[in-house]
């Protein structure tokens, strides 16, 4: 493990170089994907000394036991001794989940849509309990969230809302939320007590940079209107709200957010270009999947990844088989205890599949 770990620290001595030179600086993308790998590298640096401390402490305790000439020594060397035999174990396989290969999509913002699927009003209720669900989640987290686009639905909840998250990794960990939900409780219009099933859509697409997407703006066509609120009225006299036509796509973006006409066009633009990206990115994950079958990140939007059943108060991810009675809280932001469990799934394959020997 230590020739690895040696290994890495002569690309971190090179990145670290490398970030200072001018000629990167004045690349904006090489800037930044080197500086995201020199964030990476030092937490592992970090570790590997830690590593590093814990063997020379083994090994000198071991060469203290074996001399034998001195009893209080070799009685401090046992604790030694033993305290880094406890403790290696887990730091090696720290070590072995930190070398497996990152996706560098991962420490992007992202973008998130709620969509409304089967069951009428009530999908869209459930669509804006997800919308909350994810505002509660990211914004304990620390990370910004603002909304670009939404179409409220007519009994309360949205038949689309599309949201743009800024935040460390957030595409990394909310990328697990891409799939098809499904709640299970009686509506407040149903008289009879039945419990009924609804479904929403989530897509989680990494906010694309300039860099990553070449977008030609004489194929977008820009429609400037007035906002509307429920039900199509106007709700002011400025032609702020934004909507773009990608035309090789036929793609349309739309929002009204911001009063600025300016921020929206903004806004739109990196929904787009994050659209576009994934497009590019789905192609690439189908033809990883030949490679891989992935239980937690196939990126197929059909896949019923879970259930929230208000009667049993449980909520269900089919994707790994973890269940918790815990819907209250679950839906009321506290996430994380899920996202970690998928992380966890998905590292282990990736660990499988490195053909690393350590």
């Not at 189908?286 to 196939?298: G, T």
């Not at 049993?312 to 918790?324: A, K, S, Y």
């Amino acid at each position: 493990m230590i020739d690895k770990l040696n290994i890495v620290k002569q690309r971190f001595d090179e990145v670290t170089d490398l970030i200072i030179q001018p000629d990167v600086i004045s690349d904006r993308k090489r800037y930044v994907q080197l500086n995201k790998e020199y964030k990476d590298l030092k937490a592992l640096m970090d570790v590997r000394d830690h590593y590093i401390e814990l063997t020379n402490n083994k090994k000198e305790a071991e060469e203290i036991i074996d001399d034998g000439s001195d009893a209080e020594m070799v009685e401090m060397a046992k604790m030694q001794l033993e305290e880094a035999k406890e403790k290696l174990p887990a730091l090696e396989e720290k070590i072995r989940y930190m070398l497996v290969p990152k996706d560098p999509e991962d420490a992007k913002n992202c973008v998130v849509e709620i969509r409304a699927g089967a069951g009428g009003d009530e999908a869209s209720i459930f669509a804006g309990d997800l919308f909350r669900m994810y505002t509660k989640y990211c914004e304990g987290k620390g990370w910004s969230v603002s909304v670009v686009d939404l179409s409220e639905g007519t009994s309360g909840g949205y038949k689309e809302i599309i949201l743009e998250v800024n935040g460390e990794d957030a595409y990394g960990t909310m990328k697990f939320e891409a799939g098809v939900h499904r709640v299970q409780r009686v509506p407040q219009t149903e008289t009879q007590g039945r419990v009924h099933t609804s479904a929403a859509t989530v897509m989680v697409l990494p906010e694309a940079e300039e860099f990553d997407v070449e977008l030609d703006m004489a194929e977008v066509r820009i429609e400037r209107t007035t906002s509307t609120g429920p039900g199509g009225q106007s709700v002011n006299t400025t032609y702020s709200a934004i909507k773009l036509h990608h035309e090789p796509t036929g793609m349309i973006v739309s929002c009204q957010d911001q009063k600025s006409s300016h921020k929206n066009l903004e806004k739109a633009l990196k929904v787009l270009r994050s659209r576009l990206y994934e497009i590019e990115l789905a192609k690439k994950q189908a033809a990883d999947s030949e490679k891989r079958k992935s239980m937690v990140s196939s990126g197929d939007r059909s896949a019923k990844i879970r259930t929230y059943n208000y009667p049993q108060g449980r909520v269900t991810d089919h994707r790994i088989g973890l269940t918790l009675y815990d819907l209250g809280n679950i839906i009321n932001g506290d996430i994380q205890k899920i996202i970690d469990e998928l992380q966890l799934v998905e590292n282990t394959e990736k660990l499988k599949e490195s053909n690393e020997v350590f």
